[in-house]
T-cell receptor, first 112, second 117 residues
Framework: RKEVEQDPGPFNVPEGATVAFNCTYSNSASQSFFWYRQDCRKEPKLLMSVYSSGNEDGRFTAQLNRASQYISLLIRDSKLSDSATYLCVVRGAYSSASKIIFGSGTRLSIRP | GAVVSQHPSWVICKSGTSVKIECRSLDFQATTMFWYRQFPKQSLMLMATSNEGSKATYEQGVEKDKFLINHASLTLSTLTVTSAHPEDSSFYIC?????????????FGEGSRLTVL
């Protein structure tokens, strides 16, 4: 089983739709969770951190479920510019050398 | 905010030559940097963890003698692909962790696209 698993893509949705991604992780000791966005042939960029209480940033909502060991990302009122690959990132114990594991990514394509 | 700079952005080399990629943290010190490789349409795969002043820690399946990592200062880590072959052609990305707001956000370099002919 992979340490971090994401919904298989690609997701192809119309502009304005709501889309949700899930990501599960295997290490219950994982401490930090993030969603990154990667555009084609570019480096990943942080979209948002995921906090235990859940957090929202505009049209984006991230949630963490420690009991079930998954995190989610919800995108409301999707825009064409949201088309990208979304990477789930999980980090172990909070130390400078703790390993950071990436999910395989979920490709999202927003159509007009 | 924290910035990580990577150089060169792209490089084309002949098979058998060595290529060095630099990763610099521009406004913060990074005792630990990470090197990733990404093949087309695949996710980032961690190759190694670069530790300032000590040996890098390599992931399983990554040849340490082929991918030489040097982290001689708190702001610079280098990855040297020795005797490169076409199968080494990939997108190499470095990253370092900043501690903005205590979340440990990972900052990435712009990536280096290596093409081995």
């Amino acid at each position: 089983r992979k340490e971090v698993e994401q919904d298989p893509g690609p997701f192809n949705v119309p502009e304005g739709a709501t889309v949700a991604f899930n990501c599960t992780y295997s290490n219950s000791a994982s401490q930090s969770f993030f969603w990154y966005r990667q555009d084609c042939r570019k480096e990943p960029k942080l979209l948002m951190s995921v906090y235990s209480s859940g957090n929202e940033d505009g049209r984006f909502t991230a949630q963490l479920n420690r009991a079930s060991q998954y995190i989610s990302l919800l995108i409301r009122d999707s825009k064409l510019s949201d088309s990208a690959t979304y990477l789930c990132v999980v980090r172990g114990a909070y130390s400078s050398a703790s390993k950071i594991i990436f999910g395989s990514g979920t490709r999202l394509s927003i159509r007009p | 905010g924290a910035v990580v700079s990577q150089h060169p952005s792209w490089v084309i080399c002949k098979s058998g030559t060595s290529v060095k990629i630099e990763c610099r943290s521009l406004d913060f010190q990074a005792t630990t940097m990470f090197w990733y490789r990404q093949f087309p349409k695949q996710s980032l795969m961690l190759m190694a963890t670069s530790n300032e002043g000590s040996k890098a820690t390599y992931e399983q399946g990554v040849e340490k003698d082929k991918f030489l990592i040097n982290h001689a200062s708190l702001t610079l880590s280098t990855l040297t692909v020795t005797s490169a072959h076409p199968e080494d052609s990939s997108f190499y990305i470095c990253s370092a962790r900043g501690y903005r707001e205590g979340t440990g956000e990972l900052f990435f370099g712009e990536g280096s696209r290596l093409t081995v002919l």
